[in-house]
C-alpha cells in the first residue's frame, strides 16, 4: 500500500480517537511464522522450499471499531478493519479497509443491523473449522472460497431466543441487474444462517450464493457458486469434537466442474489450560474429474498469556490420480499446486498476537 494511503489511515485514527475516545477501539492480530512445503511443481518432478509467512494460522489484522449509545437501548455502531501482510508490514493496495468498512444499530433486544463492506456469511464457517479457516484446512480444499469478502451489503443479526439465532445477508450487486450484468465489480451475494447454541452443543446451517459479476450466473464452483454447510461442534469439559458438511453447486462450470463436496472431523484438547492440542481429517470429492483428496493435519498452540501464543501444524495431503488439490487455499492452475496424482506436506511454526 502507498504511502499516501496509510497516511490516510492514520489521519483516520487519530481524529476518530480524540473526537470519541471513550467509544473507539482499536484491536488487531498479528501472526509470522515460518513455512516449509513439499510437493511444489519444478518442470515434470516436484522440488520444496523454505519461507517466511504471514497469517498460515489466523490471518493478521488491523481493526477499528467503534459505539455510541442513542438511548433506548440503542447503539451505533461502526467497524473498520483492513488486513495485513506483516511479513512485509504492507495492507492490501488500495483498499485499506478490505475486511469491514460498515455502519449500523445495536439493540440486545431487537437485534444488530449493518450496512457497508462485511466479511462474506461463508466466513462463519469458521466457528467450526479447527484451524480457524487458516491455511491447510477447510479453505484449501474449498480453494479460498470462505474467506469472500462482500460490497454494498446489508446484513442482521438477530438475539439469540431459546438458543436460536438467526443471520442473514444480502450485498447489492449495483448493476442494472440484480445479479450482475459486467458493469459493476461484483454480482449478487446472499446468504442465510441459522445457528442453535447450548452449553454441551452448537449446530449451525448456512446457504449463499456469489454470482459472477460478468453475467450474474453461478458458472464456477470455486468462485462463483451456491453453498450449502452444516456443522456440530460438541463440548466435553476440556475436549471439543467438530464435524462438517459442506457442498458447492455451480449451473456451469469450467471443465464440467459442477459439485465440491467436503466433510471433516476434528478433535480439539486442553491437557492443561495453557496448551491446545489439534487432529483433523479434511476429505473433498469434485465431479467432472476434478478428482478428490484427503488433508491429515495435527496442531498445537501454547498460550504465554491471554494474547500470545506459539504455533505448530504439521499438514499432508494427498490427491487421486486426477487431484491437484494443496495444502494452500489456491485457484487451479496454480504453480504451488501440487501435479495431478501426487501430496503435498507442509509444516509451519509461528507466534501470534492479539491486542
Known amino acids: 500500500m502507498s504511502k499516501h494511503i496509510w497516511a490516510s489511515v492514520s489521519l483516520v485514527f487519530a481524529a476518530l480517537t480524540a473526537h470519541a475516545q471513550s467509544s473507539v477501539t482499536l484491536s488487531g492480530r498479528i501472526d509470522n511464522g515460518i513455512e516449509y512445503m513439499s510437493g511444489i511443481p519444478n518442470g515434470t518432478g516436484s522440488v520444496s522450499r523454505f519461507r517466511a509467512e504471514s497469517g498460515n494460522w489466523g490471518g493478521s489484522y488491523l481493526s477499528l471499531t467503534g459505539a455510541e449509545d442513542i438511548g433506548g437501548g440503542t447503539k451505533t455502531i461502526f467497524h473498520l478493519e483492513g488486513a495485513l501482510v506483516t511479513t512485509t508490514g504492507q495492507g492490501v493496495p488500495n483498499t485499506p479497509f478490505n475486511r469491514w468498512a460498515s455502519v449500523g444499530l445495536q439493540n440486545d433486544k431487537y437485534g444488530i443491523f449493518l450496512i457497508g463492506r462485511q466479511l462474506f456469511i461463508a466466513n462463519n464457517i469458521v466457528s467450526f473449522d479447527p484451524f480457524l479457516l487458516g491455511s491447510w484446512g477447510s479453505?484449501?480444499?474449498?480453494?479460498?472460497?470462505?474467506?469472500?469478502?462482500?460490497?454494498?451489503?446489508?446484513?442482521?443479526?438477530?438475539?439469540?431466543?431459546?438458543?436460536?439465532?438467526?443471520?442473514?445477508?444480502?450485498?447489492?450487486?449495483?448493476?442494472?441487474?440484480?445479479?450482475?450484468?459486467?458493469?459493476?465489480?461484483?454480482?449478487?451475494?446472499?446468504?442465510?444462517?441459522?445457528?442453535?447454541?447450548?452449553?454441551?452443543?452448537?449446530?449451525?446451517?448456512?446457504?449463499?450464493?456469489?454470482?459472477?459479476?460478468?453475467?450474474?450466473?453461478?458458472?464456477?464452483?470455486?468462485?462463483?457458486?451456491?453453498?450449502?454447510?452444516?456443522?456440530?461442534?460438541?463440548?466435553?469439559?476440556?475436549?471439543?469434537?467438530?464435524?462438517?458438511?459442506?457442498?458447492?453447486?455451480?449451473?456451469?462450470?469450467?471443465?464440467?466442474?459442477?459439485?465440491?463436496?467436503?466433510?471433516?472431523?476434528?478433535?480439539?484438547?486442553?491437557?492443561?489450560?495453557?496448551?491446545?492440542?489439534?487432529?483433523?481429517?479434511?476429505?473433498?470429492?469434485?465431479n467432472g474429474g476434478a478428482g478428490n483428496a484427503t488433508i491429515y493435519t495435527l496442531g498445537t498452540a501454547y498460550y504465554l498469556?491471554?494474547?500470545?501464543?506459539?504455533?505448530?501444524?504439521?499438514?499432508?495431503?494427498?490427491?487421486?490420480?486426477?487431484?491437484?488439490?494443496?495444502?494452500?487455499?489456491?485457484?487451479?492452475g496454480n504453480a504451488d499446486n501440487p501435479l495431478p496424482g501426487h501430496a503435498q506436506t507442509g509444516l509451519y511454526a509461528g507466534i501470534e498476537q492479539t491486542f
Open 305 to 332: 498469556s491471554k494474547r500470545t501464543m506459539l504455533h505448530a501444524q504439521l499438514a499432508k495431503v494427498i490427491n487421486s490420480a486426477t487431484g491437484t488439490f494443496g495444502l494452500e487455499a489456491n485457484l487451479p
Open 139 to 286: 479453505t484449501s480444499l474449498t480453494r479460498g472460497r470462505s474467506w469472500i469478502k462482500a460490497s454494498n451489503a446489508i446484513s442482521y443479526q438477530s438475539p439469540r431466543f431459546s438458543g436460536v439465532d438467526l443471520y442473514g445477508q444480502y450485498a447489492l450487486s449495483n448493476a442494472s441487474n440484480w445479479n450482475g450484468n459486467g458493469s459493476t465489480a461484483q454480482g449478487r451475494q446472499t446468504g442465510l444462517q441459522i445457528t442453535y447454541t447450548s452449553a454441551y452443543l452448537q449446530t449451525r446451517g448456512i446457504y449463499d450464493e456469489i454470482r459472477d459479476p460478468a453475467n450474474g450466473r453461478l458458472d464456477n464452483v470455486f468462485t462463483y457458486s451456491r453453498e450449502y454447510f452444516a456443522g456440530v461442534n460438541v463440548f466435553l469439559g476440556n475436549v471439543k469434537v467438530q464435524g462438517a458438511f459442506q457442498t458447492l453447486h455451480a449451473d456451469v462450470s469450467e471443465n464440467a466442474l459442477s459439485t465440491v463436496q467436503q466433510e471433516w472431523g476434528a478433535i480439539q484438547w486442553y491437557p492443561i489450560p495453557s496448551t491446545k492440542l489439534m487432529a483433523a481429517v479434511f476429505h473433498v470429492n469434485g
